[in-house]
Each structure stands twice: as structure tokens, then as C-alpha cells.
């Protein structure tokens, strides 16, 4: 596990924060001891969103925070503002006029806390927060650990975490819960079944392979998690610009996701038969690379014709889903850094997400918004299908006009999967390009959180009917 923030004991002194908004704030300068509405005056500070204003007392040290917030019935600007309240001077704080939202206020601030500490001596000294009235501190720390585990995957580089590493965070997870994992590698792979997991990662130093693990009682609430793995993707043949192979430490991104989320699943007592599979390989060059042009069977019984070699997380993740599939699992989450095109539609901080059933994406837009997790729903538009047509194979990976490409990489997966009324897959971006409240720039994990929340959610609605 990361070495995650963590809230403030209660018994530790603290600054405190006054949360201030425009409405308020006149009233607010009244309670103030003279020399401080002075000071405050003096400074010109006005109450807008995201404004610090750091008081002194007559000793000199800090006395308070003010910190500006949106006023009452505006609209809000974001959730995770509090995450700028990590920019103050080492030392404990509280809120003593608290945020609208203590809950998300809270978070942020132990998210915006994460520091990739692997290759640094040491930390960089850093404020800590006096957990809020009446938030789950427990639990909002657990959800902050399992983000932070996420993203120093994420982060870390491809000589560091590469397929064997990958391995060690995922059976570190399964170890901690007792179960025993299956690790299926090299030409074993073919053996079981799972021949584009084996053509994708076979030309690398470090063999592919397929891991997963299960835990949870048998007549749980059936959920299981797959994660596109790729440790590092030069794009195989059809061999990526450097510009695009700056951040392809990042495509194993998906397979962090599962893992974080799976983390969150088992922090808690859920009686959930959870099941998580990752395919993990690297797109590498040699002479044993797969090539455009060429036809593998999946584990489906579709053959696939390669339409390009750098199209390959869609590959692995086709039979893991048909592996998940044969499971009938009662919800199928696949994540994956899989398009670039997606980016181009919506940007980094919204990914993509797919499914059949309307009522599992209400759900997944309900609980986004209310997680400040965001994702938006795009079409698996039908018409899309014939563009995935090969002349000599069922299917070819990829189209030859290059149109909404996010859409009909979802469509090519939505063919391996047995029941997509349960499924949902998310072209997740997996990176912060710059710094934002709660979302330091580097590795990130997206989706997870909404999905800890529509998980339990489901739980709790089984259990209750049950």
C-alpha cells in the first residue's frame, strides 16, 4: 500500500480554516477581534472561491486561515476545492467554519496530500487536516490509500514496472486476502486458451501474461474487474513518434484502476464474490512481433484480423472479457487507456464510458456526479459495426477510415462480451496533465470511486430484498 495521507489526531493543536463566501462575509468581519479585521482589510482580500488569506497573530505566528468558498445557492465550481488548502504552511489544521460538503472537502485535501515518493530521499513537509465533524475519516482515508496505490503504478516507469511488477502490486492485493491467484505466463497462454493476450506482449523481454484472483463469499453480489495492463507501448510495428511514447508508462492505467477499486471492495466487510482479471504485457518490438495483416483466433472462437499493431489493449482486453464472461458475472467493469480519440472528444479529466443497459449508466452518471468522479456516457452506435468488417477474418481490430475511434474500440469489445446489459467499459485517461484540487498532476485514477459507491449501493439494495 502507498504511504497515503492521513487526517490529524484530534488531540494535536490546530490552526483553524473559516470557510468565507461573499454572501456572509460582512457578517463574518464583525466576529473577528479587531486587529485581525484590519489585518484582513489591510490585505484586501475578498472571499472568492479558492482565496487564502493567512492572519497573524500579535506573537506573529499564523492564527487562522481564511479560505474562500462559493456563497450558499451559487453554482458550484468544484467539489475538491478544499484541495488548495494543501499549499499552506506545514503544520495541523481544522475547519472551524466548515465547507459546504465536509465529506468531499475532506477527501480532496488527503488526495491533493499524495506525493510519488519512490525515487525521492525524502518527503516534502506538508500541512495535515483535523478530520471534519461527522465525516467517515476511516473510510475517506481508505479511499485515499487505495487512489495512492493506484497512482505510484501508474507513475512509476516502465523499467520499474514492467509485466513482472504489475504481477507482484496485483498478488500483493490477493495475499493480503488470503486467496490464491492464477498467473497464466508466456506460451502458456496458448495452452489456456488465451491466444491474443499471447501474440500482443510475446516479442518483449518479460513474458505476457494473464493474472486474476477471486475472494468473497459464493453468494455474494457477483462483480468482476478488468484492467488493459500494458506496461509499455511503443505501438509494435506500426511503432509510435516518440512525442507519443512519453507517457506509454501510463497504459497499464486500467489495470490500476482495478486494482484501487479492488482495494476500496475489500478495505470493507461487503459480501461480494469479487474477481478481478488482468492481461499484462508490453507491446515491444523483435522479431517476434505481431503484424498488421496477420489473423489470430480469440478465446471467444472469433478470428481477428490485426488492422494495426499499436490498436493492441482492445486485443488483450477481448479475451479476458470472454474469460470474465464465462463467469456470468452479475456486473463486468473493464477500464483501459485505450484511445486516443477519446482524449479528442472529451478531454483528459472525462473519460469515456460505454454500456447497454440504461439503467447501469444512470447509475454510473448518478454516482459520478456525486463522487466528483466524472465520466459521460457515448453510444455504442450500431451503425459503427460495418466498419469493423475484414474480407478474411470475423472481425478486424480496427477500422480504415479512423472515425470515432473510442466508439468503435467499445464496439469491438462489446463482441466478446456474453451479457452487455451487465457490462460497462471505461477509455479512461489515467494522467493529470497539470496540478487541481485533488488531482496532482501525474498519474491518476479515474472511475474507481463512483464505482466503490454504485457497488456498495447495489449491495445494500441485494441484502435489503434479500
Same mark, same amino acid.
Given at each position: 500500500m502507498a504511504d497515503a495521507a492521513h487526517f490529524a489526531e484530534n488531540e494535536e493543536s490546530a490552526i483553524p480554516i473559516d470557510c468565507v463566501d461573499k454572501e456572509s462575509f460582512a457578517q463574518y468581519l464583525e466576529g473577528l477581534p479587531p486587529p485581525m479585521r484590519a489585518y484582513v482589510g489591510a490585505a484586501g482580500f475578498e472571499p472568492k472561491p479558492g482565496a487564502l488569506l493567512l492572519p497573524p497573530s500579535p506573537e506573529?505566528?499564523?492564527?487562522?486561515?481564511?479560505? @474562500?468558498?462559493?456563497?450558499?445557492?451559487?453554482?458550484?465550481? *468544484?467539489?475538491?476545492?478544499?484541495?488548495?488548502?494543501?499549499?499552506?504552511?506545514?503544520?495541523?489544521?481544522?475547519?472551524?467554519?466548515?465547507?459546504?460538503?465536509?465529506?468531499?472537502?475532506?477527501?480532496?485535501?488527503?488526495?491533493?496530500?499524495?506525493?510519488?515518493?519512490?525515487?525521492?530521499?525524502?518527503?516534502?513537509?506538508?500541512?495535515?487536516?483535523?478530520?471534519?465533524?461527522?465525516? *467517515?475519516?476511516?473510510?475517506?482515508?481508505?479511499?485515499?490509500?487505495?487512489?495512492?496505490?493506484?497512482? *505510484?503504478?501508474?507513475?512509476?516507469?516502465?523499467?520499474?514496472?514492467?509485466?513482472?511488477?504489475?504481477? *507482484?502490486?496485483?498478488?500483493?492485493?490477493?495475499?493480503?486476502?488470503?486467496?490464491?491467484?492464477?498467473?497464466?505466463?508466456?506460451?502458456?497462454?496458448?495452452?489456456?486458451?488465451?491466444?491474443?493476450?499471447?501474440?500482443? @506482449?510475446?516479442?518483449?523481454?518479460e513474458a505476457p501474461r494473464l493474472v486474476e484472483f477471486s475472494c468473497g463469499p459464493a453468494d455474494g453480489l457477483k462483480v468482476t474487474l478488468v484492467g488493459k495492463g500494458v506496461c509499455y507501448d511503443t505501438g509494435g510495428l506500426d511503432i509510435k513518434p516518440s512525442s507519443a511514447m512519453a507517457l506509454m508508462k501510463k497504459d497499464m492505467g486500467g489495470s490500476a484502476v482495478a486494482l484501487s477499486l479492488a482495494e476500496m471492495l475489500l478495505s470493507v466487510d461487503l459480501p461480494l464474490r469479487l474477481r478481478v482479471i488482468l492481461p499484462i504485457v508490453e507491446n515491444s518490438v523483435s522479431a517476434a512481433s505481431f503484424r498488421t495483416g496477420d489473423v489470430y483466433k480469440s478465446r471467444k472462437g472469433l478470428s481477428v484480423e490485426i488492422g494495426n499493431t499499436d490498436a493492441e489493449g482492445r486485443l488483450i482486453l477481448a479475451d479476458a472479457l470472454a474469460l470474465a464472461s464465462e463467469d456470468e458475472p452479475d456486473l463486468l467493469f473493464d477500464f483501459a487507456t485505450l484511445t486516443g480519440a477519446a482524449r479528442v472528444a472529451l478531454g483528459p479529466e472525462l473519460p469515456p464510458f460505454y454500456t447497454r443497459s440504461d439503467a447501469l449508466a444512470e447509475e454510473i452518471a448518478r454516482f459520478g456526479a456525486s463522487a466528483n468522479d466524472p465520466v459521460w456516457r457515448l453510444p455504442l452506435w450500431e451503425a459503427y459495426q460495418s466498419g469493423l468488417d475484414s474480407k478474411i477474418a470475423?472481425?478486424?481490430?480496427?477500422?480504415?477510415?479512423?472515425?470515432?475511434?473510442?466508439?468503435?474500440?467499445?464496439?469491438?469489445?462489446?463482441?466478446?462480451?456474453?451479457?452487455?446489459?451487465?457490462?460497462?467499459?471505461?477509455?479512461?485517461?489515467?494522467?493529470?496533465?497539470?496540478?487541481?484540487?485533488?488531482?496532482?498532476?501525474?498519474?491518476?485514477?479515474?472511475?474507481?470511486?463512483?464505482?466503490?459507491?454504485?457497488?456498495?449501493?447495489?449491495?445494500?439494495?441485494?441484502s435489503a430484498t434479500r
Open positions: 506573529g505566528a499564523l492564527a487562522r486561515v481564511l479560505f @474562500g468558498v462559493e456563497s450558499p445557492g451559487a453554482r458550484r465550481l *468544484d467539489p475538491f476545492l478544499a484541495g488548495k488548502l494543501t499549499a499552506l504552511p506545514p503544520g495541523v489544521y481544522a475547519f472551524e467554519r466548515a465547507p459546504r460538503d465536509p465529506d468531499a472537502a475532506a477527501l480532496a485535501f488527503l488526495l491533493s496530500s499524495y506525493q510519488f515518493l519512490r525515487y525521492r530521499a525524502k518527503p516534502a513537509a506538508a500541512p495535515r487536516l483535523r478530520a471534519p465533524k461527522g465525516v *467517515d475519516a476511516l473510510r475517506l482515508e481508505r479511499i485515499a490509500a487505495a487512489v495512492a496505490m493506484g497512482r *505510484d503504478l501508474i507513475n512509476t516507469p516502465a523499467n520499474d514496472m514492467g509485466p513482472q511488477a504489475l504481477t *507482484d502490486a496485483a498478488l500483493a492485493i490477493a495475499e493480503r486476502q488470503g486467496v490464491a491467484p492464477r498467473v497464466v505466463i508466456g506460451d502458456d497462454l496458448l495452452r489456456e486458451n488465451l491466444p491474443l493476450i499471447h501474440a500482443v @506482449g510475446r516479442a518483449a523481454a470475423d472481425v478486424s481490430s480496427t477500422t480504415s477510415h479512423g472515425f470515432a475511434g473510442s466508439i468503435t474500440a467499445a464496439l469491438f469489445l462489446s463482441r466478446f462480451v456474453a451479457d452487455p446489459q451487465r457490462w460497462a467499459h471505461f477509455d479512461v485517461y489515467c494522467w493529470n496533465p497539470s496540478t487541481k484540487p485533488g488531482r496532482p498532476e501525474g498519474g491518476e485514477i479515474q472511475a474507481a470511486r463512483l464505482l466503490y459507491d454504485l457497488i456498495e449501493a447495489r449491495v445494500a439494495t441485494r
